[in-house]
């Protein structure tokens, strides 16, 4: 080894010499222990290998459309008329359209950013499966949301069931027409499980304070009182609920403030009053007996769909499977009963805008696929994703700096935080299901006619 004088081309003298040279011994011993850890890191990296994007299903509501209500019958719990809409009742609006492309464009650069399609390009005609609901708003979102996936590539078919009068698709409404209702004993000894002994408050005016700012905002006058007011009702939660909602409709879909509750409310009012529809919404589509009944057959299509993308099953039909084999993106069109009767069934759990659980338009339940490449075991992951409901009202461009809200979500079976092996989680979410409930064969199918 050269001596420190060597080195630096002049004496120094030895004390000054001796700290100089122990700092390059100190400062080679440094690098071959980072060098070490580089080698064993990437030795570590070959033994586990890394997980990847195999296969996505989304379970999404529609987008944003007006009432389900007839004016005729809103008008009778308010003073004055409600707002018209320039669609058709449940059609999406033209603004409902546009918040929703965003959602498809920003999953593509989601997509594209996991390797799963391409960043630019049409994907390929059997990498994407979609179903659908028949509702117009169910097939026009679609039509919407991949226009945004899909920019410039010709429309992809949509599938829904083949039209049977009466008959309504038994994955999105399995209840009455594919299963009967539960007996109303059955029901009734359901909703006191989760009610207990305040069945009365939970409905009641005692129990909903903001229900009476709800009513000001439909009736501000006493001298001109609604011809039904919603605090008359026995239950005037459940009288206030589905309004509450239409009056938020109003909100994000980008009418002037003046229009949104009669010019009568806030942002920040919506935001208290918001709760009061999650909250009946979720007793009566997320409780035990109305996940499982009504849940138990989407769940159990979910599963088989998941079951056919894993490498083990590559290539073969699993019955129950929505789309092809070899299949990326399976998306399905619902509606926010699907999401609470999925969630609740698997016992999944977020927030979004401060509200628990709630499924505004938009929503959607995201299903993973991940393969190890080293192992080619398979994981699954859970996320929530949904738009707030200012970026529903700007209906504004997503991407990876303005990302929606997406909370991960813990499977059954599964540790939060931790990963999960496929199979675990299948084998819970198996148990969970009713299969009285479940119709394994799928509806016969068509293909959705183009929009006029």
């Given at each position: ?173 399995p209840i009455p027409g594919t ?52 605090l008359d009702d026995p239950r005037?939660l459940t009288a206030a609920s ?211």
């Amino acid at each position: 080894m050269r001596s420190c004088t060597a080195d630096l081309g002049h004496a120094l003298p030895q004390t000054d010499c001796e700290i100089l040279c122990a700092m390059r011994t100190l400062l080679v011993a440094v690098m071959l222990l980072a060098a070490t850890l580089v080698a064993a890191q990437t030795d570590r990296s070959k033994v586990q290998g890394r997980d990847e994007l195999r296969f996505t299903l989304i379970l999404s509501r529609h987008g944003i459309r007006p009432p389900l209500t007839a004016d005729s019958v809103l008008n009778l719990h308010s003073a004055d008329p409600w707002p018209g809409w320039e669609v058709p009742l449940g059609y999406l609006t033209p603004h409902g359209a546009v918040a929703i492309q965003q959602m498809g464009a920003y999953m593509r650069q989601d997509f594209a950013r996991h390797g799963l399609l391409p960043a630019t390009g049409c994907p390929g005609s059997n990498d994407i499966y979609i179903y659908s609901d028949t509702d117009e708003r169910n097939v026009t979102s679609t039509r919407s949301t991949f226009a945004g996936l899909e920019p410039g590539c010709d429309p992809r078919p949509i599938h829904t069931i083949a039209p049977v009068q009466g008959v309504r698709d038994p994955l999105f409404s399995p209840i009455p027409g594919t299963f009967p209702a539960p007996p109303a004993e059955v029901a009734e000894a359901g909703m006191k499980a989760v009610l207990g002994d305040d069945a009365a408050e939970f409905f009641s005016l005692a129990g909903n304070p903001e229900l009476k700012e709800f009513a000001h905002i439909l009736a501000p006058d006493a001298a001109h009182p609604a011809a039904k007011p919603i605090l008359d009702d026995p239950r005037p939660l459940t009288a206030a609920s589905a309004m509450i909602e239409d009056v938020f409709l109003e909100f994000i879909d980008a009418k002037p403030m003046a229009e949104v509750g009669w010019g009568r409310l806030d942002e920040a009012t919506l935001l208290r009053l918001r709760p009061l529809h999650a909250k009946q919404f979720i007793l009566t589509t997320r409780s035990p007996l109305s996940a499982r009944t009504s849940g138990s057959n989407m769940v159990a299509h979910i599963l088989d769909t998941m079951e056919q993308a894993t490498e083990s099953r590559q290539g073969a039909t699993v019955p129950g499977a929505l789309g092809p084999a070899g299949t990326h993106l399976v998306y399905i069109s619902g509606h926010d009963s699907n999401l609470c009767n999925v969630g609740g069934l698997l016992n999944l759990h977020w927030k979004v805008d401060g509200v628990a659980d709630d499924t505004p338009p938009d929503s959607q339940i995201v299903f993973e696929l991940w393969q190890n490449s080293q192992s080619k075991q398979w994981s699954v992951r859970l996320l929530y994703r949904g738009q707030t409901m200012d970026q529903l009202r700007s209906a504004e461009s997503l991407s990876a700096t303005n990302r929606p809200v997406e909370v991960p979500l813990t499977p059954p079976g599964c540790v939060a935080g931790k990963p999960c092996s496929f199979t675990a989680f299948a084998r819970a979410a198996h148990a969970l299901l009713d299969p009285a409930r479940v119709q394994q064969k799928l509806p016969p199918m068509q293909v959705a006619p183009p929009t006029p």
